[in-house]
């Protein structure tokens, strides 16, 4: 393989970004033929070493004084590196130019035009083609850059502060990957490690009806929502049974204090009204009756009144304190009318007692 060759193969491999491969075939090239400026140009330009730079472009200069690329690339580096070694007596210095607009680089220069465009001794004009005897013969076809600047489209190199930014980046993104794999999978498994209460819970409470603990196990919203409500009306369930008892108890107890036989209070279902308020009593059949129904219709307007939001109507049964089984009187009066009458303190008798339904 011919230096031409392997020249542009290196400078293709720069291209690449495999800046280690290139060097190991220019520095192989400058082993064999130590004056082949170009060779020495790609070297300058790829090393991160300022030093290896440094003396890289020197050479350069030694065997191509007029190189102005060398020449500006030097001086850059001597300023932003003033320990570096001076140039050699005999290497062509540049004059001081001015900073470079980015700070901090370590041998900024222009790259708006190809860096290895530069025509080195015995090489062609930029357009021509070189004869027999120069760097890069006619036989060669696609010569880089750094030979025919009159390519349509040259291409240009990566500064070598450039490369190491980007490649100090890959392993922040790496980290920023790692970061959005961990947090996926917590969102994932988290709801999996906390899952919500099991709905069959529920079931296993006594104070639950069954109806609840079955509508517990439908997947459906409104069985969910029935569950809720079963739960919640629990209490108030709870409370409306001890009003009721309270209210039966001390109904009998009115009716005993008054001398009724045997008073029981109870609630069920009446012609008139499936909740009702019973009062049940014996007393004996005369002409007394009347009185004693109404005396004791009285004493369970009140305690009906105290709960009126739970039952539709309240009532008395007498039977003959001899014979259970003969009823001697029965009545219903509707809670609505009950509540009017013990509103008007109990004064109203006539159109209370025509309320009643027999």
């Not at 083609?129 to 010569?143: A, H, Q, V, Y």
Request: hydrophobic share 45%; glycine share 6%; net charge negative.
């Amino acid at each position: 393989m011919t230096d031409a060759t392997r020249l542009d193969e290196a400078y293709r491999l720069i291209l690449d970004d495999q800046h280690e491969q290139a060097l190991g075939i220019l520095r192989a090239i400058v082993a064999q033929e130590p004056e082949n400026a170009d060779a020495w140009w790609l070297i300058s330009y790829t090393v991160d070493d300022p030093e290896e730079a440094h003396a890289a472009l020197n050479k350069v200069l030694a065997l191509n004084p007029g190189h102005g690329e060398a020449q500006a690339m030097l001086a850059t580096l001597q300023r932003e590196f003033p320990d570096l070694a001076p140039s050699p007596a005999g290497v062509t210095q540049a004059s001081p130019v001015a900073e470079p607009t980015k700070a901090g680089a370590n041998y900024d220069f222009d790259l708006d035009s190809d860096p290895f465009a530069e025509v080195l001794p015995g090489a062609k004009a930029p357009g021509a083609r070189s004869g027999p005897g120069g760097p890069f013969d006619d036989s060669f076809e696609g010569e880089p850059a750094f030979v025919n600047s009159a390519q349509s489209t040259p291409q240009t190199l990566e500064r070598p502060e450039t490369r190491r930014m980007r490649t100090s980046l890959v392993p922040i993104l790496l980290l920023a990957v790692v970061i959005l794999v961990v947090l996926v999978g917590v969102f994932v498994l988290l709801p999996r490690l906390n899952p919500p209460a099991s709905p069959t819970s529920v079931a296993a409470n006594p104070t639950v009806p069954a109806t609840a603990a079955a509508a517990v196990n439908s997947s459906t919203p409104t069985a969910a929502a029935t569950v809720a409500a079963v739960a919640t009306s629990a209490p108030t369930a709870a409370a409306n049974q001890t009003a009721l008892d309270s209210a039966a108890k001390a109904t009998a107890g009115d009716l005993l204090a008054a001398g009724f036989t045997a008073p029981k209070v109870s609630f069920g279902s009446t012609p008139i009204d499936a909740n009702t308020m019973m009062a049940s009593l014996c007393a004996k059949l005369g002409p007394d009756l009347q009185k004693e129904v109404n005396q004791a219709m009285d004493l369970i307007a009140p305690q009906a009144n105290q709960i009126r939001t739970q039952i539709g109507a309240a009532g008395i049964e007498v039977t003959s304190c001899s014979d259970a089984t003969q009823v001697l009187y029965r009545a219903y009066v509707p809670i609505a009318d009950i509540s009017a009458y013990v509103t008007g303190g109990l004064k109203d008798r006539k159109t209370f007692r025509a309320s009643w339904k027999h």
